[in-house]
């Protein structure tokens, strides 16, 4: 009996979630370039600061978010075939890691000369250099962060890769990058996967696949850099967390099983829907545990801090793509 009375209340605690998610997929929609998951996030800050905030249906939140956050993490190792990531060559491979690595390492640098809390910086780091909200709710656990710092986290990364948008295909060719390489660029310096598919519009041609490809690359970099955040941790004093959480093992145990090539196409549509309304859900549940005076105005550092890492990002991965590609 308590068994069903829980997953009765799961439930029902799950439909504003879920209708948060549906109206996100439709704004983006209407309006590509506007991030279903901060469309989310924005739309749970709201109901949280009116009158709706009292409703009970909206009460204890958190570890359902954490939940959705979590299986959204390991869905979206259902998007990443590693054999197309090894199809883009030593040259792009090394170009991925290393941009991965120096944003990572550098955001962190920068963060701490400015002084801001240690693990809203590992945050925009993970989000940055990886594959932005995905990334931040991997290793928000790890870091023992705040619903406020992840929150500004997700924000910030997608609105800085929403720029990328436009920013580098305009960059690519005011400094004459062929179609290739510009996709290399935009795949290995924007933040998230959509925002990658929608430079590679931009870009024409045959763009979206290797931008895409390019980008699933710096998105099998979560497993290794949880491990890294993890230890960082360690060594930092703060309370111990496994290197490999659960759906981290999960999202590897979901590339291995994409690799095979047993999953037929509409297994991988569903999945690619199944993951955006979870990542979108939890951004929602997120966003009932911000308050706008917690929030905004969004602070000067946090603001240089995303714009050196997005700096950081685009400057390594062109300088190693001219190098290497």
């Given at each position: 009996?308590?068994?069903?009375?829980?997953?009765?209340?799961?439930?029902?605690?799950?439909?504003?979630?879920?209708?948060?998610?549906?109206?996100?997929?439709?704004?983006?929609?209407?309006?590509?370039?506007?991030?279903?998951?901060?469309?989310?996030?924005?739309?749970?800050?709201?109901?949280?600061?009116?009158?709706?905030?009292?409703?009970?249906?909206?009460?204890?939140?958190?570890?359902?978010t954490k939940l959705l956050l979590r299986w959204g993490?390991?869905?979206?190792?259902?998007?990443?075939?590693?054999?197309?990531?090894?199809?883009?060559?030593?040259?792009?491979?090394?170009?991925?890691?290393?941009?991965?690595?120096?944003?990572?390492?550098?955001?962190?640098?920068?963060?701490?000369?400015?002084?801001?809390?240690?693990?809203?910086?590992?945050?925009?780091?993970?989000?940055?250099?990886?594959?932005?909200?995905?990334?931040?709710?991997?290793?928000?656990?790890?870091?023992?962060?705040?619903?406020?710092?992840?929150?500004?986290?997700?924000?910030?990364?997608?609105?800085?890769?929403?720029?990328?948008?436009?920013?580098?295909?305009?960059?690519?060719?005011?400094?004459?990058?062929?179609?290739?390489?510009?996709?290399?660029?935009?795949?290995?310096?924007?933040?998230?996967v959509a925002q990658v598919v929608a430079a590679g519009?931009?870009?024409?041609?045959?763009?979206?696949?290797?931008?895409?490809?390019?980008?699933?690359?710096?998105?099998?970099?979560?497993?290794?850099?949880?491990?890294?955040?993890?230890?960082r941790c360690a060594v930092e004093g703060a309370p111990?967390?496994?290197?490999?959480?659960?759906?981290?093992?999960?999202?590897?145990?979901?590339?291995?099983?994409?690799?095979?090539?047993?999953?037929?196409?509409?297994?991988?549509?569903?999945?690619?829907?199944?993951?955006?309304?979870?990542?979108?859900?939890?951004?929602?549940?997120?966003?009932?545990?911000?308050?706008?005076?917690?929030?905004?105005?969004?602070?000067?550092?946090?603001?240089?801090?995303?714009?050196?890492?997005?700096?950081?990002?685009?400057?390594?991965?062109?300088?190693?793509?001219?190098?290497?590609?």
């Amino acid at each position: 009996m308590a068994l069903t009375l829980d997953a009765r209340t799961s439930g029902y605690r799950l439909a504003p979630a879920l209708v948060a998610a549906a109206i996100a997929a439709g704004v983006n929609l209407m309006f590509p370039l506007a991030s279903p998951l901060l469309v989310a996030l924005v739309l749970g800050v709201v109901v949280t600061n009116t009158p709706l905030a009292r409703h009970r249906i909206l009460h204890d939140q958190e570890r359902l978010t954490k939940l959705l956050l979590r299986w959204g993490v390991v869905m979206l190792g259902i998007k990443l075939p590693i054999d197309a990531v090894f199809g883009i060559g030593v040259g792009g491979v090394v170009v991925v890691i290393g941009t991965v690595l120096i944003t990572y390492y550098g955001t962190l640098a920068i963060g701490t000369r400015l002084g801001l809390e240690p693990r809203f910086v590992t945050l925009l780091a993970a989000g940055f250099s990886i594959c932005g909200a995905a990334a931040i709710a991997a290793v928000a656990d790890t870091v023992r962060a705040r619903q406020r710092d992840v929150a500004l986290a997700v924000a910030l990364v997608t609105v800085f890769g929403s720029i990328m948008i436009a920013l580098v295909p305009w960059a690519a060719h005011l400094i004459g990058l062929d179609d290739a390489q510009a996709a290399v660029w935009a795949g290995a310096s924007i933040h998230e996967v959509a925002q990658v598919v929608a430079a590679g519009s931009v870009l024409g041609g045959g763009a979206v696949a290797l931008a895409t490809t390019v980008k699933l690359g710096r998105v099998a970099m979560l497993a290794p850099m949880s491990i890294l955040v993890a230890r960082r941790c360690a060594v930092e004093g703060a309370p111990k967390a496994p290197l490999l959480p659960w759906f981290v093992v999960g999202f590897i145990a979901a590339v291995a099983l994409r690799s095979t090539g047993v999953l037929p196409e509409s297994a991988l549509t569903v999945a690619g829907v199944v993951t955006n309304v979870l990542l979108a859900a939890g951004m929602f549940g997120l966003g009932l545990g911000i308050r706008m005076r917690e929030l905004w105005p969004v602070p000067g550092r946090a603001l240089l801090l995303a714009t050196l890492s997005t700096a950081i990002a685009a400057g390594s991965s062109l300088a190693l793509l001219a190098v290497l590609v």
